[in-house]
């Protein structure tokens, strides 16, 4: 993952997995002259909400073991990486990762969305539980937000069986 070697990167360059925020963004920004440093600051906070690092005060460290990443020494992150995933692309990508093709998995989830009649990412979670694929943690994220939406939908009056239909998809009972 492209995110995830941009990362590495300058932890790999300086030999430690925990650094200064002003050391991270100068490796990124100036250093190997990938991004603007205000881009830089972006990556961080898309790594931070992606887990891919954590914040202690003014210090980051890396939430994985940075040597075990390859990056190539022609590496050069796409912009891309900035951009926040939707919880829906960051399933899809962990179904990818663990060898599901994109264009079937996304048939499939299709498929399940239609059958269960609830959210995308709903259907998403429990393609990727049918496969055997680890999405807690986004599993959590759906669910929080299908609670939300229940209980705006509880104030418009929504069918009590709908929200219970939601929560089962999401904890893997159905």
């Given amino acids: 993952m492209s995110l995830e070697r941009a990362v590495a990167a300058p932890f790999r360059q300086r030999g430690k997995t925990r650094m200064g925020e002003g050391?991270?963004?100068v490796a990124?920004?100036?250093?190997?002259?990938?991004?603007?440093p205000d881009q830089a600051k972006r990556l961080v906070d898309v790594a931070?909400?992606?887990d891919l690092l954590s914040r202690d005060g003014t210090a980051l460290e890396a939430a994985f073991d940075?040597?075990?990443v390859e990056?190539?020494?022609?590496?050069?992150p796409d912009e891309s990486v900035l951009r926040e995933q939707s919880t829906f692309?960051?399933?899809?990508?962990?179904?990818v990762a663990a060898g599901?093709?994109?264009q079937t998995a996304v048939a499939a989830i299709n498929a399940r969305q239609h059958d269960l009649g609830v959210t995308l990412e709903a259907a998403a979670v429990v393609y990727a539980r049918s496969?055997?694929?680890?999405?807690?943690?986004?599993?959590?994220?759906?669910?929080?937000?299908?609670?939300?939406?229940?209980?705006?939908?509880?104030d418009d009056g929504t069918d009590a069986d709908d929200r219970t239909r939601t929560d089962d998809v999401t904890s893997g009972d159905t």
């Fill in 28 to 36: 990124l920004s100036l250093d190997n002259d990938w991004f603007s």
């Fill in 100 to 102: 599901v093709e994109k």
């Fill in 66 to 68: 940075p040597s075990e």
């Fill in 23 to 25: 050391e991270f963004v």
């Fill in 48 to 50: 931070v909400g992606r």
């Fill in 131 to 154: 496969r055997g694929v680890d999405v807690g943690g986004l599993a959590a994220d759906v669910r929080e937000g299908l609670r939300a939406d229940d209980r705006t939908d509880a």
């Fill in 71 to 76: 990056v190539p020494a022609e590496f050069v």
């Fill in 89 to 95: 692309e960051r399933l899809l990508d962990a179904l």
